[in-house]
């Protein structure tokens, strides 16, 4: 079934533990979306001092794909800033955050995948 909606952000307070609010238009609705193969893929705005606070993957894996913008990215406890173009891998097992803290908003897509297919 194909379909063409129109998708609102929601406004998520100290995202896994980071600082602020996080602007996220979920592409997707979640798993049933993705039929068992992830459950994440979203289109995210970080304002000045905002963020995803660093945390671990488990059974799945996590791109980021920055769009405009730049960002401090925390990858198994190494920072690195990033810039649109730049994209992330974070597999299961291994950590991340983002921070933005420039004045320009940081947008960029995140896509969560499942490491095996789960049944739907």
């Keep these: 079934m194909s379909y063409i909606r129109k998708v609102e952000p929601e406004y998520v307070e ?3 533990g980071g600082p602020g609010k996080v602007y996220k238009r979920s592409i997707i609705r979640g798993p049933e979306d993705l039929h068992g193969s992830g459950r994440l893929f979203a289109h995210m705005l970080l304002e000045k001092d ?3 606070g660093e ?4 059974g799945d894996y996590e791109l980021y794909y920055i769009l405009s913008g730049e960002a401090e990215y925390t990858d198994n406890g190494k920072t690195v800033t990033l810039h649109p173009g730049d994209i992330t891998y974070t597999g299961s097992g ?5 921070v933005n803290r420039k004045d320009t908003p940081c947008e960029f897509i995140a896509i ?9």
Excluded at 55 to 58: A, I, S
Excluded at 94 to 98: A, L, N, T, V, W
Aim: include cysteine; charged fraction near 15%.
């Design 14 to 16: 100290a995202m896994a």
């Design 94 to 98: 291994e950590s991340h955050g983002i």
């Design 55 to 58: 945390h671990t993957h488990d």
């Design 112 to 120: 969560i995948l499942y490491n095996e297919q789960k049944a739907h």
């Design 50 to 52: 905002c963020g995803v």
